[in-house]
Each structure stands twice: as structure tokens, then as C-alpha cells.
């Protein structure tokens, strides 16, 4: 095979991947959180459809592909139809450049864990970002209502306005690491630990944690995401931007959401928590560390096979079992020597991604909406001062630290 | 064809038939998207030559910044459609041969001429180093200004919006 059809291969090979997982999560993402808002609020959530409501974003997506999709009257048909796509397609763009793991030997053919690499990926995903405010902003305008363009104007006003915190907030970093990178793979090696110091020591979120609280809060308001999700405030403007959208349109706009907030888990862990790598030190007495994914699939496993067997649906009795068998299978995988150092990289980060995306669950149940007036005064007036004298401070330090 | 002549050729047509598209498009708003096409389009054509940096800010600050503003403005004014009068009838009739004349004009230039030699440091290696150290030390003062420029112009809007308030 000549190196061009290697490269070809591996590349379709990673987006497929790459693609087939991040919308397995995206689907599975809608259940979690239905499931973890539930029970903060002392409900069982999704419950009926399949063993703990499992089969559940199955039947969404059913019930989404076959509802009458109604077009309203004295829509901007192009823009209607093109502001979905563009909202998706956006949002699962991002997660190109995301550093998922280091660089692993497969089959014999060295091979980066990111679909792709790039000097300057973190204005890749700016630049993205940037974007992705056309989606709504043209789904309010093109839907001929005025909720839905009140919400396309409040949401553009609210993202331009993070826009700028979320982007300053993430300068301190790029100044603290050495040599300078504007590359995500490089500011996750910046982040990478010595033998006698674990590797979570040197993550930038205690150096940067003014910076961080900037960019987590930047980082909910940018995927219009509660407590900040004015543009579908549904008490003040029925659903905001996709109130005149139906069907598989309406779920574009839902996935597109989920997969913001996704990629938004990835930057928070590659920027301030050491990306994919572990937070134990590199040595040889913490070498089990590398048995903990095969440890806990196969802990779940064999927790799941018992609980499965006594569930109470037959559906459950069946399924539940399968899917521990299915872990366990995994585990022993996970432990192979061949498997075992390139699960690594991808496991500690997926480990930290579901960290920050429970936590943005968390607080949508727990924080209620802010007023629009409260959310710019407080983009405006306090994130964004704060996050440019982060940006002060770190490069006093950086340039002190230089000098002496 | 390599796959670079193929792409160049891909993002020139988008390139061009969106700047057409936003002359003929009688709504704003699919003007101002044609725009943002238009740059997208330059910012492929940017990473085509070798300049991540350029293709990335040309859509952080033109495409993601200032279009979004273009289309919040129309957006909030909720401009309707373009209303043809004799006047933009008159220029459609004198603009497109004055297009045509200054395309012929240019396009005759730039087939005469000879690709001069590379600027130094336009390589792709470390390009973003190389123009950011330039933009911070010989270019400061005017890079400065430019700012000073622009908040200034923000000030004025600010002036002007208070004393209509």
C-alpha cells in the first residue's frame, strides 16, 4: 500500500470513529442528564422505555424522524431549512482538533489520537465557535416570529458578549506555557508532570484558576446552556429561537446543543486539566494506575450482571446482564499489553469530560435562569474585566519568572 | 490537477459566486450570508497558501465578529427586501460595465506581471511567531493606533446614541 492510501485509511477511520462515538454521546448525553436532573429533584426520570429508560434516546430519535414536520407560512425557506444544518454541523466540527490521547503505535503505523493535528487548533475551535452563533441567530430570524427572533437577537448579544471573556480567559494559559503554542496537543504536554510530581500539579487550573472560573462560566453561556439559556427561555418566549421548528429540524438544534456542550467539557479539561493525561506521576510505583479503566469495566461488569438479573421488566433481565458481560469483555480487553497503553490517553480524558459535563447537568438543575440585563451587565462589566486582569497578572509573573 | 489546484479551483468559484450572489440578492440578510460565504471562501484559500494564522483571524474577526454584528443590525432593524427605483436601476446600468472594465483592467496587470520574491519570514513554519513578533515590535506604534482609531469610533457611537437618548 503506498502512504498516501495508509494515510487515507487511517484518516476515514478516525472520523468514522470519531464520529460514530461523539454522536452516541450526544445521544446518551439528552438520557444522563434527564436522568441526573430527575434525581436531584427526587423523580425516577426516564423510566419505561427499555431497563432505566436506556432505549430512551432510541425512541426519541424515532418519535423525531417520523412527527409531521410543518413548515410555518412566510418562513425565509432558504434560511429555515439551511440554519439547522448549520448549527449542527458547526458543532461537531469542533471536536477535529481536540488532542484525544498521545501519539500510539497501531498495526504497526504510528498514529496521533486526534483527527486533526494542528499548530494553531485552539483558534481552530475559536474560530468555530465564532461561527456557530449563525445557527441560531438565523433559525430566529428565518422562523417569520417574533419569540423566535427575540431569542436569535438575545442569544447573538449574549454570545458575542462571552465571546470575549471566553476568548481572554484562555490568553493566560497560552502566555504560561513554554515554549509559547497555540496548539491544544501542546498546551496539554505544557501540562505534563515530572517523576516526583504528579501530573495533576501541573494542570493550569491552579496557576489559572481566575482564568477558569472565566472560561467555565464564558464556557455555559457561550452553548446557551442554564442558568444562561435566554435564547429558549420558554416561560418569556414559548421556546426562543426553535419555537417554529418541528420534527427532525427541532432535533438537529437539540443535538447541536448537546454536542456544544461536549466540545465545551473537552477545552475545560485539555486547557486546565492536563487533557489526557493521568494525574498520577509517571513512575514505576504508579504503574497500576494503568489497570484502573480494565478495573472499573470489569467492576461494573460484574455489578451490573447480578442487578440486571433481578430487574423487574423481562427486557431488563436480558439487557442488563448483556451489556455486563459486555463491560467485563471490556475490562479484560482494557488489560491486554497492547491495548493497555493506548486506552490511556482517551480514557483520562473521557474520565474528566464526564466530570465537567455532570457538572454542567448539575447546574441546570440547581441555578435558575438569570434576567437578560443580569447576564450582560455580568458578561460585560465583571467577566470580561476580570478576565483581562487575569490576563494582566499572568504576563507580570511570566515576564518576572523570566527575568530572574 | 493536484488536489491543491482542485481546491484553490473550489474555493475561488464558491469565492466569486458568492460575491456575485451578494450583488444579486435582494434581501440583506442573504447578502450579508453571501459575505460571510465570500470570506469563509478567502480564509480556505488563506490555508491553502500556508497562512493558518491569517485564515483563522479572517474568521474570528470577519466572518464570527463582524458579520455576526452585520446580521444582528438587520436583525434588529428586521430590514425588509431592496426596493428597486430608477436610481439603482441607472447604476446597475453603469456599475456592471464599470465591474467588467476594472476586472479586465486588473486581471491584465496581474497576468503581465511576475510573482515577486517572498517576503522573509513567510514561510509557514513559525508564521504566527514571525508576524506576532513583527506586529509587537516594528509594527507596534501603528498597531497602536489602530486601536486608539477604533476607540475612538466607539466612543463616538456612544456620544452619539446618548444625545438621541
Same mark, same amino acid.
Not at chain 1, 28 to 53: D, M, T
Not at chain 1, 337 to 345: N, Y
Not at chain 2, 113 to 130: F, I, K, N
Given at each position: ?5 495508509v494515510?487515507l ?10 464520529m #460514530?462515538?461523539?454522536?452516541t454521546?450526544v445521544a446518551?448525553l439528552?438520557?444522563?442528564e ?11 426520570g426516564?423510566?419505561? #422505555?427499555?431497563?432505566h429508560g ?7 430519535g424515532?418519535k ?13 425557506r432558504?434560511v ?7 448549527a449542527?454541523s /458547526? ?10 490521547g498521545?501519539q500510539v503505535?497501531i498495526?504497526g503505523?504510528?498514529?496521533w489520537?486526534?483527527?486533526?493535528e494542528?499548530?494553531?487548533s485552539?483558534l $481552530?475551535?475559536f474560530?468555530i465557535t ?10 430566529g430570524?428565518?422562523?417569520n416570529?417574533?419569540?423566535? !427572533?427575540l ?7 449574549q454570545? !458575542?458578549s462571552?465571546e470575549?471573556?471566553?476568548t481572554m480567559s484562555?490568553?493566560?494559559? #497560552? ?14 504536554e505544557?501540562q505534563?508532570?515530572?517523576?516526583? !510530581? ?11 484558576i481566575?482564568?477558569f472560573v472565566?472560561?467555565?462560566?464564558s464556557a455555559v453561556?457561550e452553548?446557551?446552556?442554564?442558568p444562561f439559556?435566554l435564547?429558549e427561555?420558554e416561560?418569556?418566549?414559548v421556546g426562543?429561537f426553535h419555537t417554529?421548528?418541528?420534527?427532525f429540524?427541532f ?7 448537546y ?6 467539557s473537552f477545552?475545560i479539561?485539555?486547557?486546565f ?7 498520577f506521576?509517571?513512575?514505576q510505583?504508579?504503574h497500576?494506575?494503568?489497570?484502573l479503566?480494565?478495573?472499573m469495566?470489569l467492576i461494573?461488569?460484574?455489578l ?6 433481578r430487574?423487574?421488566t423481562?427486557l431488563?433481565r436480558?439487557?442488563?446482564p ?5 463491560l ?5 480487553v ?9 486506552i490511556?490517553?482517551?480514557?483520562? /480524558?473521557?474520565?474528566? $469530560?464526564? $466530570?465537567v ?6 447546574l441546570?438543575?440547581t441555578?435558575?435562569r438569570?434576567?437578560?440585563d443580569q447576564?450582560?451587565a455580568?458578561?460585560?462589566k465583571f467577566l470580561?474585566? $476580570?478576565?483581562?486582569a487575569?490576563?494582566v497578572?499572568t504576563s507580570l509573573?511570566?515576564a ?5 | 490537477m ?12 464558491v469565492a466569486?459566486?458568492?460575491a ?7 434581501h ?5 450570508l453571501s ?6 471562501a478567502l480564509a480556505?484559500?488563506y490555508l491553502?497558501?500556508?497562512a ?6 479572517q474568521?474570528?474577526?470577519y466572518?464570527?465578529a463582524i ?8 436583525m434588529?432593524?428586521?430590514a425588509g427586501? =431592496?426596493e @428597486?427605483?430608477?436610481?439603482? @436601476? ?5 456599475g456592471?460595465p ?5 476586472t ?5 496587470r496581474m ?7 517572498l ?9 504566527s @511567531? =514571525?508576524?506576532?513578533?513583527?506586529l509587537f515590535?516594528?509594527y507596534v506604534f501603528?498597531? =497602536?493606533?489602530t486601536s486608539i482609531l477604533i476607540l475612538v469610533?466607539?466612543l463616538?457611537?456612544v456620544?452619539l446614541?446618548? @444625545?438621541?437618548?
Amino acid at each position: 500500500m503506498s502512504d498516501f492510501t495508509v494515510w487515507l485509511i487511517i484518516a476515514v477511520a478516525k472520523v468514522i470513529v470519531v464520529m #460514530v462515538v461523539l454522536l452516541t454521546v450526544v445521544a446518551y448525553l439528552s438520557w444522563f442528564e434527564r436522568k441526573i436532573v430527575a434525581h436531584i429533584q427526587s423523580r425516577w426520570g426516564p423510566e419505561r #422505555v427499555g431497563p432505566h429508560g436506556l432505549i430512551q434516546p432510541l425512541a426519541d430519535g424515532a418519535k423525531f424522524l417520523f412527527k409531521e414536520d410543518p413548515t410555518p407560512e412566510g418562513v425565509d425557506r432558504f434560511v429555515y431549512f439551511f440554519a439547522p444544518f448549520l448549527a449542527l454541523s /458547526l458543532a461537531m466540527t469542533t471536536i477535529a482538533v481536540m488532542p484525544l490521547g498521545p501519539q500510539v503505535r497501531i498495526f504497526g503505523h504510528d498514529i496521533w489520537l486526534s483527527v486533526v493535528e494542528s499548530d494553531l487548533s485552539l483558534l $481552530v475551535v475559536f474560530a468555530i465557535t465564532a461561527l456557530s452563533v449563525y445557527g441560531v441567530a438565523l433559525a430566529g430570524w428565518a422562523s417569520n416570529n417574533k419569540y423566535s !427572533l427575540l431569542g436569535g437577537l438575545r442569544s447573538t448579544a449574549q454570545m !458575542l458578549s462571552y465571546e470575549l471573556s471566553l476568548t481572554m480567559s484562555v490568553v493566560g494559559i #497560552v502566555l504560561m506555557t513554554n515554549p509559547n503554542t497555540l496548539s491544544l496537543r501542546g498546551i496539554v504536554e505544557a501540562q505534563r508532570g515530572t517523576a516526583t !510530581l504528579p501530573g495533576a500539579s501541573h494542570w493550569f487550573v491552579f496557576p489559572q484558576i481566575l482564568g477558569f472560573v472565566c472560561f467555565f462560566i464564558s464556557a455555559v453561556a457561550e452553548t446557551n446552556r442554564s442558568p444562561f439559556d435566554l435564547a429558549e427561555g420558554e416561560q418569556e418566549l414559548v421556546g426562543g429561537f426553535h419555537t417554529e421548528y418541528a420534527s427532525f429540524k427541532f432535533a438537529m438544534f437539540f443535538m447541536a446543543e448537546y454536542a456544544a456542550m461536549v466540545t465545551a467539557s473537552f477545552m475545560i479539561s485539555v486547557l486546565f486539566f492536563g487533557g489526557y493525561l493521568s494525574p498520577f506521576p509517571e513512575t514505576q510505583a504508579f504503574h497500576w494506575t494503568f489497570y484502573l479503566p480494565a478495573a472499573m469495566a470489569l467492576i461494573g461488569g460484574v455489578l451490573l450482571v447480578p442487578h440486571g438479573l433481578r430487574y423487574h421488566t423481562a427486557l431488563g433481565r436480558v439487557l442488563l446482564p448483556v451489556m455486563g458481560l459486555a463491560l467485563i469483555g471490556v475490562g479484560i480487553v482494557c488489560a491486554l499489553s497492547g491495548v493497555i497503553g493506548i486506552i490511556q490517553g482517551p480514557f483520562w /480524558l473521557a474520565a474528566k $469530560v464526564f $466530570v465537567v459535563l455532570f457538572i454542567y447537568v448539575w447546574l441546570r438543575s440547581t441555578l435558575p435562569r438569570i434576567r437578560y440585563d443580569q447576564l450582560m451587565a455580568f458578561g460585560w462589566k465583571f467577566l470580561l474585566p $476580570v478576565s483581562l486582569a487575569n490576563v494582566v497578572a499572568t504576563s507580570l509573573l511570566v515576564a518576572l519568572r523570566m527575568n530572574r | 490537477m493536484t488536489v491543491e489546484l482542485i481546491l484553490f479551483l473550489l474555493l475561488a468559484v464558491v469565492a466569486v459566486g458568492g460575491a456575485i450572489n451578494l450583488i444579486a440578492q435582494t434581501h440583506p440578510i442573504h447578502s450579508a450570508l453571501s459575505l460571510i460565504v465570500v470570506m469563509v471562501a478567502l480564509a480556505g484559500i488563506y490555508l491553502l497558501l500556508g497562512a493558518e494564522l491569517l485564515a483563522m483571524v479572517q474568521i474570528i474577526v470577519y466572518a464570527g465578529a463582524i458579520m455576526v454584528l452585520f446580521v444582528f443590525i438587520i436583525m434588529l432593524l428586521n430590514a425588509g427586501k =431592496e426596493e @428597486r427605483t430608477a436610481i439603482s @436601476r441607472a447604476a446597475t446600468y453603469l456599475g456592471v460595465p464599470c465591474g467588467v472594465l476594472l476586472t479586465a483592467v486588473l486581471g491584465w496587470r496581474m497576468a503581465m506581471s511576475q510573482p515577486g520574491p517572498l517576503a522573509p519570514g513567510a514561510d509557514t513554519e513559525g508564521m504566527s @511567531r =514571525e508576524l506576532s513578533t513583527l506586529l509587537f515590535t516594528r509594527y507596534v506604534f501603528p498597531f =497602536e493606533l489602530t486601536s486608539i482609531l477604533i476607540l475612538v469610533a466607539i466612543l463616538g457611537v456612544v456620544v452619539l446614541a446618548k @444625545r438621541e437618548m
